[in-house]
């Protein structure tokens, strides 16, 4: 039997397809989603008249939970607990125009990661938008608000405004922190520059996430041919975003007045060497580990190259006091030899077990749908 021959373009025609499949299978994952944050406001609203208008207590919501998965028996998300995360939700988000545009287009796990983390409305607000816009995973959500994110955007000394047009200087506002949390380093207290940029570069992936969204990197000790020396930039990167390079500068100690000097022959030198068709001017970043915010503002008087300095915080090595009381390798594994398996505490079992496991459920029903996509 002669093999059948397929007509010209069929390939990219049924890949076509299978890509337009996929986008509408997200589409409609991301509409449920929207659909299902929008029913739980709206029960979580009436649960909150009902116990403002006419007093209804908290029994009332241990019954509804009943008699609830008693009718939808496949349907998680109805225990008490979530019954209560809704009351919750309605009230932290009072109008109800907002919820499809905003929290709608989270997961219900995210959603619940921000109404037990986020007291204020407007960092709430923030932090969902940042999560739809960044496609950040739950876990990446509580990273960002336990080490303070919002409050650290746009809080370097620099002379942005001075340098940079408007827009551009808005977004390398947006851009950059202050302080970098580098808490998966340790450095001694003799450490160096060289010490700071090794333990980066050996972490460069968590020092990316750090940095943010379209950091792209470029090189350690990156090499500038100018004249007849060769000079070498701590740390260069290119912004997708800002559309420039990136010069960082790392410093173990206090800033100097003199270190923008040095940034500032490096930003020239990017620009000559470097720079591309497109490309906005370089921007420079020194890390340091304390700063005087007037010392900065008097260096950067008069610099014509935009330049922001930060502050880093690193981990702490533990205390030689510390670490002599703690057990060796060896007389851990002895001890853990030793130990027997023990029994599972008794607050585990019975209707305990069951409201963790019901809570469980409630939190993984969105484990298929992630904001961003």
């Keep these: 039997m002669a093999k059948s021959v397929l007509p010209d373009g069929y390939a990219e025609w049924a890949e076509s397809i299978k890509a337009r499949v996929q986008a509408a299978q997200t589409r409609a994952a991301l509409a449920a989603t929207r659909e299902l944050i929008v029913l739980y406001w709206e ?16 029994k009332v919501i241990e019954r509804l939970a009943a008699d609830l998965r008693t009718a939808f028996p496949t349907m998680k998300g109805f225990s ?9 939700f309605a009230a932290g988000w009072p109008d109800r125009e907002i919820v499809p545009q905003l929290a709608g287009r989270l997961p219900w796990g995210h959603n619940r990661v921000l109404l037990d983390k986020v007291n204020d409305a407007d ?52 851009t950059f ?16 520059e060289r010490d700071l940029e090794r333990g980066l570069q050996e972490h460069l992936k968590k020092f990316l996430l750090e940095l943010g969204k379209g950091f792209a990197f470029m090189g350690t000790q990156y090499p500038l041919q100018v004249g007849d020396r060769e000079f070498y930039i701590d740390m260069l ?109 008794a607050s585990y079992g ?15 029903e969105d484990s298929e749908v992630r904001p961003g996509g």
């Design 43 to 58: 029960i979580g609203r009436e649960i909150l008249d009902r116990q403002e208008r006419q007093g209804w207590g908290a």
């Design 123 to 174: 960092a709430r607000r923030w932090y969902a938008a940042a999560a739809i816009e960044h496609g950040w995973s739950r876990d990446m959500l509580v990273h960002r608000i336990e080490h303070r994110l919002r409050e650290r955007l746009g809080n370097t000394s620099d002379n942005f405004g001075v340098t940079l047009p408007a827009l551009q200087s808005d977004l390398a506002r947006q």
């Design 237 to 345: 990167f290119f912004h997708t975003r800002l559309m420039c390079h990136i010069v960082i500068e790392l410093k173990v100690g206090e800033f100097k007045p003199e270190h923008t000097g040095k940034m500032n022959f490096y930003l020239n030198a990017v620009d000559d060497l470097l720079k591309g068709p497109g490309h906005n001017r370089s921007i420079g970043l020194i890390l340091c580990k304390e700063k005087d915010h007037l010392v900065v503002q008097y260096a950067l008087h008069g610099v014509e190259t935009p330049i922001g300095v930060a502050e880093y915080v690193v981990g702490s090595p533990l205390p030689e006091t510390l670490s002599d009381m703690l057990p060796t390798v060896e007389e851990f594994e002895a001890q853990l030899g030793e130990a027997s398996s023990p029994e599972p505490p």
């Design 80 to 88: 008490r607990t979530n019954l209560l995360y809704m009351r919750s």
């Design 350 to 364: 019975g209707h305990d077990a069951q409201s963790k496991a019901e809570d469980r459920n409630d939190m993984s």
């Design 177 to 192: 922190k202050d302080p970098y949390l580098l808490d998966f380093l340790t450095l001694a207290p003799e450490a160096r």
